[in-house]
């Protein structure tokens, strides 16, 4: 399971966005993994569930968020993202491995109601989506892996990528690709 580089990824981007923006007005949220574990609990606990959009945790200023990226772990064999866009108002699922995505639209679109449950309960009047009302993409012109075991990696790479439609020039070579996420974690500037 790929579950820690994902959550080191999404933290690295959430430092970076801090350090470009200082003033706390981060447009791009990267989710945890665990928060997604959370949200996807037959009744999350709004509290303890909202406490991941604290500026000094994951979210910030949600009017001026744009997106959110939110990975999710099917059965602990498959990894793919749900990418929520503000400005467009639509929700992407972000699959290299698109073989059930009914199942996981059915997935990501529970997980987005939660989602909106969530951001009502910690933001109240200030959010003023219905996210789980946007278009739903689930097949967007994104890389599809050709292997069983670089689901995390392509997670990784849509989440750096940030833009849907950049996303579709991802290529890169499965061990090079492991070994370039390890060592821009390892030489990030926070770990001085």
């Known amino acids: ?3 820690q580089p994902i959550n ?6 959430r430092l970076d966005s ?5 003033d706390q007005t981060y447009n791009t949220w990267y989710m945890p993994t665990f928060f997604t574990c959370k949200l996807q609990n037959a009744e999350p606990d709004l509290t ?3 406490i991941y959009f604290d500026a000094d945790r994951y979210g910030g200023n949600i009017e001026m968020c744009e997106k959110i990226f939110v990975p999710i772990n099917e059965d602990n064999q498959h990894w793919y993202c749900t990418l929520v866009d503000f400005v467009k108002k639509k929700v992407y ?31 109240a009047n200030k959010y003023k989506f219905q996210a789980s009302s ?7 012109n994104i890389p599809k892996q050709l292997n069983g075991n670089d689901c995390g990696v392509y997670v990784i790479n849509f989440m750096k990528s940030a833009e849907v439609e950049q996303m579709s020039s991802i290529m890169f070579q499965s061990e090079t690709e492991r070994f370039n996420i390890a060592m821009e974690l390892v030489l990030h500037p ?3």
């Open 1 to 3: 399971m790929c579950l």
């Open 18 to 22: 801090e350090h470009d923006h200082q």
């Open 190 to 192: 926070k770990n001085a």
């Open 8 to 13: 080191l990824v999404a933290n690295m981007l």
């Open 134 to 140: 946007f278009e739903f993409d689930e097949s967007p």
């Open 48 to 50: 303890t569930t909202s």
């Open 93 to 123: 699922i972000l699959d290299s491995l698109p073989n059930s995505t009914k199942q996981r639209g059915v997935v990501v679109r529970k997980l987005v109601q939660d989602l909106d449950t969530v951001l009502q309960h910690k933001f």
